[in-house]
């Protein structure tokens, strides 16, 4: 069988890993980095993805999607919140759904995501050698059935066979306790960009057993970003009588220094936000400049109510899984957010035990993905992987009511069947409402669908037999049956497609993908040529600067570089790009070998320059 890897699909990053040698071993991007940031830009008819496409972001900031997992099989009402405070456009879809709109065109959440898995499968096939159309993707453990449809649809759109979607504690687990030879009792707190996720679960001998699950996922990361773009915000209205998040540029370039603050008070007490120019001043039309000191002891305090959070879904998981705290021999930090001094703190204290920090929170979940993969395609023997369903499931019985028939933490797969019967006399038909949720009234519930099942015989009320029966599979998608027992008449519903999308939407989505990969990678390939050669462009005028050659010896590397600034400004095609690099290169070399550089390493190496090969600039044009 064909190998297969395991994708950690992130609301910030996401992360590629494969099986090599008996170990699960992540793949680095075409840039030479781990991590891909979760960013898809727009700009003309270029598509950008990855840090690319994050660093235009500031200059385009309707253009840039980022945070896309928020999103994923949601509908409008439930994410209205996120889309209001979001730099780009947001609209509710005409079938109650979530889009994006870009320059005037709608892409749903799956569609960019898929932009982002293909990303991650062209470089990793790059690096490998072969083609990779088999794929493990993991998504929160509190993923509801819609997002984890979403969650499939996105893979089908990129091309990709997926074999199994996986809770992300539970692939960090597998990558953990791949060598762990006796039993273990493990918490898995896993605090992303966008979701928060605790599991528990019995780790040793080859068996991965999840005892429970609980979690948030409305909370993350970029919600402590947004903590201090408020903040800011804030301060600056106050002082200034001017909002920036009204500003579109203006809130991505203060969501970019909150990032950059809350990661440097992870080492440091204390930084500066400095941005200049970042507003106008509407009275005397002067530039406006922000500079606030921002202490970790402050940062903590406006991060203290999402803390305080975090605390109920770690209480509910111990509690399901009938465990307390001394009982569980290692708590796991999974995701970029737990470097947060203060969350370090606040899992210490609430588990009375130091976390385990053996493992890259970064990497540890696509490592894991990886490890089922690698099961799921025989690469590796004697691991049994028992998952859980996170949520309640059931249907809606009489009064409104919500009767579970599959209780939250059940193992998967799993089939569960109960008999019902009608509710007045003479009914032929019943509608069965499917529900996902754990609250007592259907109402106030999530709905995945609902179903008819007619032809029942005339009966007497409360005389029909109507069995319901709920399968899910090991990807925690459930299909639904109903069948009237004396007729054997029957009909049944595969909870798909709640993400709003159709099965033509999906296919359409997929066949346009495929017809789009040349057009893609040519745009791809143009925008990495144009990078090269205004890198190129720089150090050649930077060699120009330090030469001691006479003027007639720079004047034909001045003219080139005048041409590859012109080539660069008018997008000119990858061939005159790549020649421009070829000629530049030559006649610095040519250059150098005139007359060797002062300074520096003393004009040692004669060597022409060469483009940064981890900095793609995505035509970055200075302000003004």
């Known amino acids: 069988m064909a190998r297969a890897v395991g994708i950690d699909l992130g609301t910030t990053n996401s992360v590629i890993a494969i099986m090599e040698g008996g170990e699960p071993t992540v793949l680095v991007n075409s840039e030479g980095n781990r991590t891909t940031p979760s960013v898809v830009a727009f700009k003309g008819d270029q598509r950008l993805v990855g840090q690319v496409?994050?660093?235009?972001?500031?200059?385009?900031?309707?253009?840039?999607l980022f945070e896309?997992?928020?999103?994923?099989?949601?509908?409008?009402?439930e994410v209205k919140e996120e889309a209001e405070r979001s730099p780009y456009d947001v609209v509710r879809g005409s079938d109650g759904g979530v889009r994006f709109v870009v320059e005037g065109k709608q892409y749903t959440p799956e569609e960019i995501s898929a932009m982002v898995l293909q990303k991650l499968v062209q470089d990793a096939s790059a690096t490998l050698g072969e083609k990779i159309t088999k794929a493990v993707i993991t998504v929160p453990a509190y993923f509801n059935n819609s997002q984890r449809e979403a969650t499939q649809n996105a893979g089908r759109i990129a091309g990709l066979e997926v074999l199994r979607i996986v809770n992300e504690p539970t692939a960090a687990a597998l990558a953990y306790g791949l060598d762990k030879k006796g039993n273990e009792t493990v918490l898995v707190f896993d605090l992303g960009g966008g979701t928060f996720d605790v599991s528990v679960l019995e780790v040793g001998d080859g068996v991965f057993e999840v005892r429970s699950t609980s979690g948030d996922t409305h909370l993350g990361g970029s919600d402590f970003?947004?903590?201090?773009?408020?903040w800011l915000a804030d301060e600056f209205q106050r002082e200034y009588n001017v909002d920036l998040r009204k500003d579109k540029q203006a809130l991505q370039r203060l969501l970019e220094a909150a990032e950059k603050a809350k990661i440097?008070?992870?080492g440091i007490p204390e930084t500066t936000?400095?941005?200049?120019f970042i507003a106008m001043d509407p009275a005397s039309n002067a530039p406006l400049y922000l500079e606030k000191r921002l202490s970790r002891a402050k940062f903590e305090e406006l991060i203290a109510p999402l803390l305080n959070r975090v605390r109920g879904p770690v209480e509910t998981a111990l509690r399901d899984a009938k465990l307390s705290k001394d009982e569980i021999d290692e708590v796991i930090l999974v995701g970029g957010s737990t470097r947060v001094p203060a969350v370090k703190k606040l899992v210490q204290e609430m588990l009375g035990k130091a976390p385990n920090q053996s493992v890259n929170p970064d990497e540890v979940v696509a490592l894991g993905?990886?490890?089922?993969?690698?099961?799921?395609?025989?690469?590796?023997?004697?691991?049994?992987?028992?998952?859980v369903t996170p949520l309640s499931l059931g249907v809606e019985t009489k009064g409104g009511v919500f009767t579970k028939l599959v209780e939250r933490n059940t193992a998967i797969p799993v089939r569960k069947t109960e008999v019902f019967t009608t509710a007045e006399n003479n009914q032929t038909g019943v509608e069965v409402h499917v529900l996902q949720g754990e609250r007592a009234m259907a109402a106030d519930n999530k709905s995945l669908g609902r179903f008819k099942l007619d032809g029942i015989p005339p009966m007497p009320a409360g005389m029909p037999q109507i069995e319901i029966s709920y399968d899910i599979d090991a990807n925690g998608v459930l299909k639904v049956t109903a069948r009237e027992k004396s007729t054997?008449?029957?009909?049944?519903?595969?909870?798909?497609?709640?993400?709003?999308?159709?099965?033509a939407e999906v296919e359409r989505m997929v066949q346009d993908a495929a017809a789009n990969a040349e057009r893609d990678r040519e745009a791809r390939e143009h925008a990495e040529a144009k990078n090269t050669l205004d890198s190129l462009r720089v150090q050649a005028q930077r060699a120009v600067d330090e030469s001691t050659a006479d003027d007639d010896t720079k004047q034909p590397v001045r003219r080139l570089i005048a041409e590859a600034q012109s080539a660069i400004d008018s997008d000119a095609p990858k061939s005159r790009l790549e020649e421009l690099g070829r000629e530049l290169a030559e006649k610095v070399a040519q250059l150098q070998q005139a007359a060797p550089s002062q300074g520096g390493d003393g004009g040692g190496d004669q060597t022409p320059p060469k483009a940064d090969e981890d900095v793609v600039d995505a035509d970055f044009k200075p302000a003004g």
Do not use: C, F, H
């Not at 496409?53 to 840039?64: C, D, E, I, M, Y």
């Not at 970003?225 to 408020?230: I, L, M, T």
């Open 53 to 64: 496409a994050k660093r235009q972001a500031v200059l385009n900031p309707k253009g840039t």
């Open 68 to 77: 896309v997992k928020r999103y994923m099989g949601r509908t409008w009402d």
């Open 225 to 230: 970003d947004y903590a201090v773009v408020n």
């Open 264 to 266: 440097e008070l992870s």
């Open 273 to 276: 936000i400095s941005l200049p």
């Open 369 to 387: 993905a990886a490890v089922q993969a690698g099961v799921l395609t025989g690469d590796v023997e004697d691991i049994v992987l028992l998952d």
């Open 488 to 503: 054997g008449k029957e009909a049944n519903i595969t909870i798909q497609n709640t993400t709003t999308l159709s099965e």
